[in-house]
């Protein structure tokens, strides 16, 4: 999506006028269904005056297209500065400029990685020449248009505002100033020519609408892209805070060699990459030979992962890289030199099927290895077992001595992207007031149907495209075909709906085989996973009455025991067990509403939550 788009001689105008920025704001809240800082409108109009002057060339074609503040397709980031024209051979080119105020850099031993003054002081965060390469990748990975007709896209960096080289232009970062360069304060004529390289005529052929407007190419996911990354292939570009991430945990694993136990706690929603980094660090820290697993307390991710890599490794292989949780119990101190913990919000106090084993999940993982990584989303928390909080791991390191780091995640990848929907979706559960009451303007499918059978009919359409289409429903029905699988589970017959749970035939392999699409999913096989697209069927656990959105912990199933515990809690603390069983349930559909990259459809069976989804949907 764009914000801003005119010629260079439009632009020019602009800016002439001291209109730029308030021209830009006003695009931006009517584009995007939201406003931004003061910070931001003044960092437009600051650097946006450089660009005006690096412009002024009359060998710069005045229909020379300029695009500002452009949203990479399907992620949150925006695009700074975008020139678009033909060369001297008429041949279409883009040329993506990151924008910094910096005055100064100072640099790190992490890849790609520097320190700058950001916010109130000295942080680490990317080399502009790496996020200027980084958003061009993702541009390149997601947009039909650039692909197939292979327009060539030229990233660079300007620091219209720093004088000295020396730090930001170190060879350290050589490999990524060979990418796309860093012009500073004194090298404006340099941009120019930069640009005159590959614009030498005016962007006859409207580029960026055609991009903008163009079919987005197929989402890379996670369990297709597993074989790749295990052979050493960069399958996914990370960006922003998941380089940063990235690098931190390295660096944090070759200090904890030599120094105290380290742990890094990443906090990240939905989509952020918590997975995608988790694997990537996996196969760095194995090819440095360091001993390494990958931990996860879901067995759904697991066993999607396991079919993915049989071709590329045996089940021995497999599992001494792919770990449950419970599977640290009687290891030696520091016998790992790094464990990387995904959902760790799903760690459990006890190990084994009766959860008599063990201490705790989480002290175990901390004294099993040097470094310990976890990946948490607390909003994630979907069983009164689920104890892989902050806290709690805080509590651990300190008892072990161990140095802790914490960082978020906070881009957004999957919904297509749209930190939006996550917020509006936050808004609508009633988890938190968020500044998105309705979905206008998001860039996202999402649809309240009237019955079950008609939300089932359009997810069975919707899975002949790529078979990565689901339904899923809260736990509200029993599992009448565990033990009869002639037997349905979740039945509608005024509808002539009848499907069972997924749990029998397909197990965890739900997600991906093609048959199962026909039995329904739940938060336990499907956590941790992505879809192109889901249907999600909320049982009468969650209702709504008089303006609010209450839980009805009585309607789950009896086979249900993610809220074990609820009514003799209820007995000796009421208020609490209410609250354990409002975050739990509202945090279960807000997992399986996220699961979808593409879209999410829902069918309520409380009509009165329906008419509100619906009303919330509009506004």
Known sequence: MIVYQATKNSFSDHVLSGEVEKIILRKFNERLNHSTSAKEVESWRNSLMYMDKVLADVNIPGDTGVTIECQIPQTAKRIDFIITGEDQDRKPNVIIIELKQWTSVETTEKDGIVVTALGKGLRETNHPSYQAWSYATLLSDFSETVYTEKIPLQPCAFLHNMEDGTQIRDPFYKEYLDKAPVFLKKDMVLLRDFIKRFVRYGDSGNLMYRIDQGKIKPSKQLSESLSGMMNGNQEFVLIDEQKLVFETALA??????????????????????????????????????????????????????????????????FNSLFQGSGSFINVNENYFDALVVDEAHRLNEKSGMFSNLGENQVKEIIMAARCAIFFVDENQKVTTKDIGNKDEIR???????????????????????????????????????????????????????????????????????????????????????????????INFPEVEFALPWNFAKDSYLWSIKPDSVGEVGCIHTCQGLELDYVGVIIGEDMVYRDGKVLVQPNKRSQNDSSIKGYKSMLKSDPEKAREMARQIIKNTYRTLMTRGMKGCYVYCVDEELREYFKMSVIG
Do not use: H
């Open 395 to 489: 509590k651990w390191a300190k008892l072990a001595g161990a140095e802790v780091v914490e960082m978020e995640l906070a881009s957004q990848f999957r919904c297509n992207g749209s930190d939006g929907y996550l917020a509006w979706l936050d808004n609508t559960l009633q988890i938190r007031e968020t500044a998105n009451p309705t979905l206008d303007g998001i860039d996202y499918e999402f649809q309240v149907f009237d019955n079950p059978a008609e939300l089932r009919d359009y997810i069975f359409e919707k899975n002949k495209e790529a078979n990565k289409a689901r339904l899923v429903a809260g736990y509200c029905w029993d599992w009448a075909s565990k033990n009869n699988p002639k037997l349905t589970d």
């Open 252 to 317: 944090l694993v070759k200090k904890a060699q030599t120094e105290p136990k380290k742990v890094l706690i990443i906090e990240g929603g939905p989509g952020t990459g918590k997975s995608v980094v988790a694997i990537n660090l996996l196969v760095n820290l194995i090819g440095q030979q360091l001993m390494t697993q990958y931990v996860t307390k879901n067995a759904a991710p697991r066993a999607v992962y396991e079919s993915k890599l049989t071709s590329l490794m045996k089940r021995s292989r």
